[in-house]
């Protein structure tokens, strides 16, 4: 899977009217993550405001990141073994990007457009696959089902 220009440039573009609602977008992802999985709640160990900045901070990093996706990678692989060591499973990467999407479209209203949302849902792919790799060296984008059910 590959990212178009357009998508980088949309993707960053919406994420910069995120920026200066950061705090609300980041509660907003995560009521909505705990609502589709409450079994993660526990992962989450410190003050919400402050997992909220660094959820914010990592995505600015993230989509800073895509105009290298070289230098991003490495990052990424990173993150992903830490969030091994705090418990996080490979289906959880499911819940959070439906929660980052639903975030989203709160967030950008009318401008969560069609192509906005395929933009975001490519990056967001991207992502995952990096670092369900980086965590799970038999992960297989092209296998991979997520079996695990989630509240809707």
Same mark, same amino acid.
């Given at each position: 899977?590959?990212? !178009?220009?357009? @998508?980088? @440039?949309?993707? #960053?573009? /919406? &994420? @910069?009217?995120?920026?200066?609602?950061?705090?609300?977008?980041?509660?907003?992802?995560? +009521?909505?993550? &705990?609502?589709?999985?409450?079994?993660?709640?526990?992962? &989450?160990? $410190?003050?919400? /405001?402050? @997992? $909220?900045?660094? =959820?914010?901070? +990592?995505?600015?990093?993230?989509?800073?990141?895509?105009? *290298? =996706?070289? !230098?991003?990678?490495?990052? %990424?692989?990173?993150?992903?073994?830490?969030? %091994?060591?705090?418990?996080?499973?490979?289906?959880?990467? !499911?819940?959070? $990007? *439906?929660?980052? %999407?639903?975030? %989203?479209?709160?967030?950008?209203?009318?401008? &969560?457009?069609?192509?906005?949302? #395929?933009?975001?849902? !490519?990056?967001?792919?991207?992502?995952?696959?990096?670092?369900?790799?980086?965590?799970?060296?038999?992960?297989?984008? $092209?296998?991979? #089902? *997520?079996?695990? #059910?989630? *509240?809707?």
């Amino acid at each position: 899977m590959s990212l !178009t220009p357009t @998508q980088k @440039q949309l993707v #960053q573009d /919406t &994420f @910069q009217k995120v920026v200066p609602i950061a705090a609300t977008a980041a509660d907003i992802f995560y +009521t909505k993550l &705990f609502e589709y999985d409450p079994s993660l709640k526990p992962l &989450f160990k $410190g003050d919400m /405001t402050t @997992q $909220g900045d660094m =959820l914010m901070t +990592t995505l600015g990093v993230a989509v800073k990141g895509l105009d *290298n =996706l070289d !230098t991003l990678v490495p990052v %990424l692989e990173g993150i992903a073994t830490k969030h %091994l060591e705090y418990g996080v499973k490979i289906d959880d990467y !499911t819940p959070v $990007g *439906n929660a980052l %999407l639903y975030a %989203l479209s709160v967030g950008l209203e009318d401008d &969560f457009t069609p192509e906005v949302k #395929q933009a975001w849902v !490519t990056v967001y792919k991207i992502v995952a696959d990096v670092m369900r790799s980086a965590a799970y060296p038999d992960y297989d984008s $092209g296998s991979y #089902q *997520n079996k695990k #059910q989630y *509240n809707h």
